[in-house]
């Protein structure tokens, strides 16, 4: 049996950040959560992926930054600056959050002149100014939700990973969220892989829409969508935005 090492640079002449190919996961007690995983994923490229419980989707997302590693194929990255923002905010409860979104960066070893100036940067660049003093526990979830975003900025990554960040919120915080998020992809063009149970928001966050299949996780569908960026928030309201949506809906009701 082969096994990958953790994602390391791509050879050159690849054209993707990020790229599995024929990737496995099965773990100790010998369940299998991942069988057969191909996927491409390039700069200015935001992938979504859906499917049931228990599917192997964040399994996914750590074999790409290395903090799992799969136990067969492939897996490619050309680059060494990802962001990675998982289901909950993960903020050091005894830090401010202007020393939260410092914290990579200091990991990483940068003088504290330039880890202040990038931390002002991306606090700026989510919305959270005039909250740099504030601790964890009085920000509002979707606030903590933006300082867990800025903090992975301050990286400045070209590959992107997006564990259900959005998955407690309110639907109103959620949306605003996901304008945002749309926002911050506008500019910076990074190569975004995104995780979510939640067929609406993987339509209007993405460029490319994947339906898994229930355990052992596979690829069983997939989907462009045709709509521009930045996206216009009343596309929600669209023919075409809910046909997708039932469209891609209905291929994750068949997958389970």
């Given at each position: 049996m082969s096994t990958?090492?953790?994602?390391?640079?791509?050879?050159?002449?690849?054209?993707?950040?990020?790229?599995?190919?024929?990737?496995?996961?099965?773990?100790?007690?010998?369940?299998?959560?991942?069988?057969?995983?191909?996927?491409?994923?390039?700069?200015?490229?935001?992938?979504?992926?859906?499917?049931?419980?228990?599917?192997?989707?964040?399994?996914?997302?750590?074999?790409?930054?290395?903090?799992?590693?799969?136990?067969?194929g492939s897996v490619h990255?050309?680059?060494?600056r990802i962001g990675y923002v998982f289901q909950d905010a993960t903020l050091l409860p005894w830090r401010t959050t202007r020393s939260n979104v410092e914290l990579l960066a200091e990991l990483h070893g940068e003088s504290k002149a330039r880890r202040t100036q990038e931390a002002q940067e991306a606090i700026d660049l989510v919305g959270l100014s005039g909250f740099e003093d504030h601790l964890p526990r009085?920000?509002?979830?979707?606030?903590?939700?933006?300082?867990?975003?800025?903090?992975?900025?301050?990286?400045?990554?070209?590959?992107?990973?997006?564990?259900?960040?959005?998955?407690?919120?309110?639907?109103?915080?959620?949306?605003r969220l996901n304008d945002e998020l749309i926002r911050l992809f506008d500019e910076k063009k990074f190569a975004g892989l995104f995780i979510t149970h939640s067929v609406s928001e993987a339509v209007y966050l993405s460029t490319r829409v994947i339906v898994m299949s229930g355990r052992p996780g596979t690829f069983v569908g997939e989907y462009e969508v045709p709509f521009d960026m930045p996206r216009d928030p009343e596309?929600?309201?669209?023919?075409?935005?809910?046909?997708?949506?039932?469209?891609?809906?209905?291929?994750?009701?068949e997958a389970h």
């Open positions: 990958t090492q953790p994602a390391a640079p791509a050879p050159t002449g690849r054209a993707e950040l990020l790229g599995f190919d024929n990737v496995e996961m099965t773990f100790p007690d010998g369940t299998v959560a991942l069988q057969g995983v191909d996927l491409s994923l390039k700069r200015g490229e935001f992938v979504t992926v859906v499917g049931p419980s228990g599917c192997g989707k964040s399994t996914l997302l750590r074999i790409a930054s290395g903090l799992e590693t799969a136990s067969n990255l050309a680059t060494d009085q920000l509002s979830g979707g606030m903590k939700m933006r300082a867990s975003l800025a903090r992975s900025l301050t990286l400045d990554p070209e590959v992107f990973l997006f564990d259900e960040p959005f998955g407690a919120l309110d639907e109103i915080t959620r949306e596309i929600r309201f669209t023919r075409e935005y809910a046909e997708l949506v039932g469209e891609i809906s209905h291929a994750l009701r």
